[in-house]
């Protein structure tokens, strides 16, 4: 392939180069996979109204996410082993994140673990997120590690209490490092550059628990480590500890209903994220472009709304910004320039979606990315 156009021009290059096991990893959600289907087609059915002769030529991107500047409303949503997708991956990804301006959010369950990528970014802000799990001093270390390395905002993921199914990684026996199995090595075989950078670098596990959890040297398969660690009991009090115990700017991800977006707001929370974590938990729930606009008319200004899911466009963005969300978060799309080209491949990713908002905007006539809303949506296309 010469010329890349489009994230899915890099989703192929990424399945060609990335090992089956963790390819299918990013490109899966649960069960049927109906939900992760809809977070990309509901976009599809929204139409952008067209309109001509405005004065389009001085356009700008530039907005705010709780309260930080953004070269444009977009995040890198949290994602679990992404240093397995390429070597060093949260780092590059961070790196990339931070050329451009936006923040980069760290996964609990990240290859890199939190200090590595402070000190690779040069003690630059990025976001951490928490999984919550049944060991509360490792929560409360965590935390206190967050802050040691002057995360900006901690974002607490709500929706994974318990381990969707998918059905690929109970196949392809899912586990950082991979286990040599014959198939396994058989596939990997097939990805040089993957297996080269994998030989480059020491940081092939997760770095943010092994070694900070007693009794954890070896975590095995991911799900059965999930199982026995993740905190089924987790509750609205334990929002308010982590709260008080952090301190600083706090986002709520997972919220898919009106119901919990309200108890959001009373907790305090800066900013919550309409997530059904693309699709990997409970299949069946509506897509989250559609979940969207009740929860911003129920919320109204008292908390700020994020989302995220099935964005693989700058038409994505503008849409999810036009029915109300302050900024955005990708999954996928990053994912596919990391496991595609690396670093280069992440600017490129975003570079794309960057580029696709900016002319989408301007084909709308509008030109400040902040004042963006549903009258650029066609009457009876969107979800109310
Ligand atoms: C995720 N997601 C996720 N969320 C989270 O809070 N912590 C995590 O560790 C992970 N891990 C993870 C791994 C992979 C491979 C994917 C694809 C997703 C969910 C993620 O933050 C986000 O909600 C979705 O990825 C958004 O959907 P799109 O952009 O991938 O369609």
């Known amino acids: 392939m010469t010329v890349i ?4 021009d890099l989703r192929l290059l990424a399945k060609r ?30 139409l952008l109204r067209q309109r001509v002769a405005v004065d389009i030529d001085n356009r700008s991107l530039r907005s705010t996410m709780i309260g930080q500047d953004v070269a444009m409303p977009l995040a890198i949503a ?32 990240s290859i890199c673990s939190i200090e590595d990528v402070a000190e690779a970014t040069g003690g630059h802000p990025f976001w951490f997120q928490l999984y919550v799990m049944r060991d509360r001093d490792f929560i409360a270390r965590l935390i206190d590690r967050a802050k040691a390395a002057n995360c900006s905002a901690l974002v607490v993921t709500l929706d994974l209490q318990v381990l969707g199914q998918r059905h690929k990684d109970l196949r392809n026996g899912l586990s950082a490092p991979p286990k040599l199995t014959i198939p396994n090595l058989i596939n990997m075989a097939t990805k040089p550059r993957w297996c080269m950078g994998m030989l480059g670098t020491s940081r092939r596990e997760f770095r943010n628990i092994v070694g900070h959890v007693k009794g954890v040297e070896n975590m095995g398969s991911l799900s059965e ?46 900013a919550l994220i309409v997530s059904n974590h693309g699709g990997r938990q409970l299949d069946g729930a509506p897509s989250s472009i559609s979940a969207l606009p009740s929860i911003v008319a129920a919320v109204g200004d008292r ?6 899911g099935g964005i ?20 996928r799309a990053f994912l596919y320039g990391l496991g595609a ?5 992440v600017e490129k990713a975003l570079a794309i979606i960057q580029r696709e908002l900016d002319l989408s905007m301007a084909f709308c006539g509008r030109t400040d990315v902040r ?11 969107y979800p109310q």
């Open 17 to 46: 180069r990335v090992p089956r096991m963790f390819y299918d990893y990013a490109d899966s959600g649960s069960w049927t996979e109906s939900t992760y289907r809809a977070n990309e087609a509901d976009f599809e059915r929204i």
């Open 5 to 8: 156009t489009n994230i899915e």
């Open 78 to 109: 949290p994602t679990g082993l992404t240093g397995m997708q390429h070597a060093d991956g949260e780092i590059l990804a961070a790196r990339a994140a931070k050329k451009f301006g936006i923040p980069f959010t760290l996964s609990t369950m």
């Open 225 to 270: 480590w999930t199982a026995k660690q993740f905190d089924p009991r987790l509750s609205w009090n334990d929002v308010a500890w982590i709260k008080e115990r952090w301190g600083g700017k706090l986002i709520l991800k997972g919220i898919q209903d009106v119901e919990d977006a309200e108890l959001a707001v009373k907790s305090g929370a800066d």
């Open 312 to 331: 693989r466009s700058g038409q994505h963005v503008l849409k999810a910004l036009a029915l109300g969300a302050k900024g955005v978060y990708i999954g």
């Open 371 to 381: 004042q963006v809303d549903r009258s650029i949506l066609v009457p009876g296309t």
């Open 303 to 308: 908390i700020e709304v994020h989302m995220d």
């Open 341 to 345: 080209m690396g670093q280069e491949g």
